[in-house]
């Protein structure tokens, strides 16, 4: 295996307050800020954590969908940030985006033919008849039928929608497809349908996943690897096992204890961490550690004032935690 | 002495131009104070247009009640006028709804809106209330509530509005708490939070709560009773634990087995219910479940089977639940079974 996509010293700042006047003094949310970590060929890597921690932007900054403010992304031997125009236009053949809201994502007055064969269009693939060829047999991969290419978005439910933005992503044959999000706008019996077409299609077609969700369970399931992010930082990067097993960083193991389990003796006896408050504001994060004014160990004054590296801890994943230590959450109490 | 709030075959559909759509179509259950119902099914189900009902919020028309009755301590709801109707709304029975984004005025403060049951309900001025306002917003843990009381919706975070929303529906002590996807739009350790909250609440007020969500961990976590909803019909009612450990319907073991599970270090393929729901306003004959049911017979086709009782307080409404041979044949799937 040989790594496929290489993020550096990521970040992505948003600037807040209007006009020219005032851009000198306007602020900034930091929705990433500093980020590092690859994907290996063939893996699925997830990035989770909860709304405003700045993983929806690191996928959009993977392909460019926004323009980062610092650092550097590779893609096998390209650097992705010194792309322009024609060359950008045929990296996003290899890097394809899956969105949320199977809803709002398709253009409801196009039919799924058209949808489907649009990425060949925009990159001048085949003839018309070809390009409809194409779309039938995807739609068949998906799980559609190809007869559904003359028909429209709203016939269709959540579920099937999302399969035809599968296939759209998939038409291109890229080698990483980021999918933000892709079952949370499901029922949880569709989920478990379009999360197993996912891993099937991963192994047909060999695809890398960069996978973003908040839902902690359905990451357990389908990732390799797992980031956890807090504020716009990575706090715990690590094997699915290690990270969910014997979670390092106060923030994992809050996360993961707040999550309900669907068996109701394990959920009442399971020791949970409640955080406290909100999440801070992206635009003044708390100095030195980000999470120390949630987090149930903070020392002071070291947890204030510096910044905790992202090292390598006892399990053999990374944690930026001054205090990281496992926390393993026994099987029983899971 | 008749239970706290009864809901008695309630069919209720709405007459549009595409048909009639089934959206309630027989749901019964009941609910004694202290206890807590939750309801589950996807969406569609009919889950939220029960609650709905409860609370006569739901426009007629195109809404009707067809058939069924919803009784307060043995009173009928839908027999009341709308005075007295009033009178419950707000007051002994209140809701928390879905969207805290959405579900508060935006243009009115905060500690106004947590008043404004109190100033109807309870005949307080202005000034009591508004001191009233400020004790719940502490109650629901909101610090410095004194300041934040004079905030409008759009300056809380989205757990602070779910807080607020709480702290609305509390306000007249209701004998019945509604809470529709409460937590549903919340992070994970706000929704851990909010759950505690409401369950902390509980203790203390007594009140009886139904818990509508989709999520089978939340109802693990808060209620004593499940009732398990699909295409309007309710499919399995029992204690948690006969629903979690020994379900009965092929609907819920389908639910249970297509969440990925969060105890095993292999990873399997999920098994999802195969299929989509059906469409309410044509619903397949007999059993609605059974184009996607693994263990659909020719009997299925015939007719529609209603909740019966197989143990004592576990009713299921598939044909074959009574039969203890198929139900251990077909779930033993379920680890979780002891």
């Known amino acids: 295996m040989s790594t496929l996509l290489k993020v550096e010293s990521l970040k992505k700042y948003f600037h807040v307050g209007q006009g020219l006047v005032t851009a000198r003094f306007s602020k900034s949310v930091r929705a990433v800020d500093d980020i590092s970590f690859s994907v290996e060929e063939g893996e699925t890597l997830g990035l989770v954590g909860e709304s405003g921690c700045g993983k929806s932007t690191t996928g959009r900054c993977i392909n460019r969908l926004l323009e980062p403010t610092a650092g550097s992304i590779h893609f096998g031997e390209i650097d992705v940030r010194k792309l322009r125009a024609g060359k950008l236009k045929h990296y996003r053949r290899d890097v394809q985006f899956i969105f949320q809201d199977p809803y709002a994502s398709l253009n409801p007055r196009m039919t799924f033919g058209e949808i489907v064969a649009e990425p060949l269009v925009i990159h001048r693939f085949g003839t018309k008849k070809d390009r409809e060829e194409r779309a039938k047999e995807m739609l068949k991969t998906v799980g559609l039928s190809p007869e559904h290419i003359h028909r429209y978005p709203h016939e269709f439910s959540g579920g099937q929608r999302q399969r035809v933005g599968i296939a759209r992503a998939l038409m291109l044959r890229p080698k990483m497809i980021i999918c933000d999000e892709p079952v949370s706008a499901l029922d949880v019996s569709i989920q478990a349908q379009i999360i197993n077409l996912l891993e ?135 | ?208 709560i139904i818990m509508i969500t989709h999520d089978l961990g939340v109802v693990a976590d808060v209620a004593d009773h499940v009732l398990v909803m699909y295409a309007g019909r309710a499919v399995e009612f029992g204690t948690a634990d006969d629903v979690f450990y020994r379900p009965l319907h092929p609907y819920t073991w389908g639910l249970l087995e297509s969440l990925p599970r969060h105890d095993v270090d292999e990873k399997g393929q999920l098994c999802p219910i195969k299929g989509q729901p059906p469409s309410l306003i044509n619903l397949p004959q007999g059993c609605a479940f059974r184009p996607r049911c693994a263990y659909s017979q020719g009997v299925c086709t015939m007719e529609r089977s209603g909740l019966v009782e197989i143990t004592p307080g576990h009713f299921s409404a598939c044909q074959f639940s009574g039969d203890s041979g198929f139900v251990e044949k077909a779930c033993g799937f379920l680890s979780r079974e002891r």
């Open chain 1, 200 to 334: 099937d299609l991963q192994e047909q077609f060999r695809l890398t996943y960069v996978f973003i969700a908040h839902d902690l369970a359905v990451v357990r399931h389908i990732c390799d690897r797992v980031a956890v992010m807090y504020l716009g930082k990575i706090v715990e990067l690590g094997g699915w096992k290690e990270v969910y097993n014997a979670p390092c960083h106060p923030y994992t193991q809050s996360l993961l204890s707040a999550v309900p389990v669907p068996d109701p003796e394990k959920q009442h006896e399971r020791a949970r961490i409640i955080l406290r408050g909100d999440v801070p504001s992206p635009i003044d994060p708390p100095s030195g550690c980000r999470f120390h004014t949630r987090c149930p160990i903070a020392q002071f004054p070291i947890c204030s004032d510096v910044e905790p590296p992202l090292d390598i801890v006892a399990g053999g994943q990374r944690a930026a935690c001054h205090f990281a230590k496992p926390f393993p959450i026994p099987e029983d109490k899971m």
């Open chain 2, 1 to 208: 002495m008749p239970p706290l709030l009864e809901v008695d075959d309630l069919h209720m559909h709405f007459f549009t131009r595409d048909g009639i759509v089934k959206a309630v179509d027989g749901v019964s259950f009941s609910l004694e104070p202290r206890e807590t119902l939750g309801v589950v099914g996807e969406s569609g189900s009919g889950k939220s247009v029960t609650a709905l009902s409860i609370m006569r919020l739901i426009p007629e028309p195109p809404g009707k009640v067809v058939k069924g009755d919803i009784r307060f301590r043995g009173d009928s709801i839908l027999a009341m006028g709308e005075k007295e109707q009033r009178k419950l709304r707000g007051n002994r029975i209140a809701m928390i709804f879905q969207d805290p984004m959405t579900s508060l005025n935006p243009v009115y403060r905060i500690g106004k809106q947590i008043a404004e049951p109190l100033r109807i309900h309870k005949n307080m001025s202005r000034k009591d209330s508004w001191d009233a306002a400020v004790e719940l917003l502490k109650q629901v843990g909101i610090p410095q509530a004194a300041d934040r009381a004079r905030s409008y919706p759009h300056e809380f975070s989205g757990g602070m509005r779910q807080r607020a929303m709480i702290a609305i529906a509390l306000a007249c002590g209701p004998d019945v708490l509604i809470a529709d996807e409460p937590t549903t739009a919340l992070d994970v350790t706000i929704q851990a939070q909010i759950l505690e909250l409401i369950q902390e609440i509980q203790a203390r007020t007594e009140s009886a």
